[in-house]
């Protein structure tokens, strides 16, 4: 399998479905964080990822990518740091919405009476 087709599979497909799903509750606006994040992401993953390849921690075979490199990664590989941010931030902001939007229940009374709340004397804590 190319990477391309494993970035389309695995990564595009949950973003697509995610968008079709959520699209009456996205907005720019809602999204506009996720810009900082891909600045983040891609500000901390090419280097690290540039010097393994380049050091031979691991490689990509040449018959799976496209072959447009940027330092020593594929194109491919960027668009797996930036498409796998926004799966992630996609899914992980509509929880968080859902999460602030539920109203708290309210707790239902206890069945077991009520003590009664007392001062403890200083020998009772003291060992």
Known sequence: MTYARFLGLFV??????LLVRYRRTLSWRGLAPMGLLLIIVYAATSPWD???VKWGLWGFDPER???V???YLPL???LFFGLQTLLVGLWARDRLERVLAKKPRPVAPSREP???E???EPSEVSP
């Open 12 to 17: 595009v497909l949950p973003i697509l479905f």
């Open 76 to 78: 491919e590989e960027y």
């Open 118 to 120: 007392r001062t403890l």
């Open 69 to 71: 490199k940027l330092g």
């Open 65 to 67: 990518i496209w072959g």
């Open 50 to 52: 540039n010097m393994a």
């Open 114 to 116: 009520a003590r009664a």
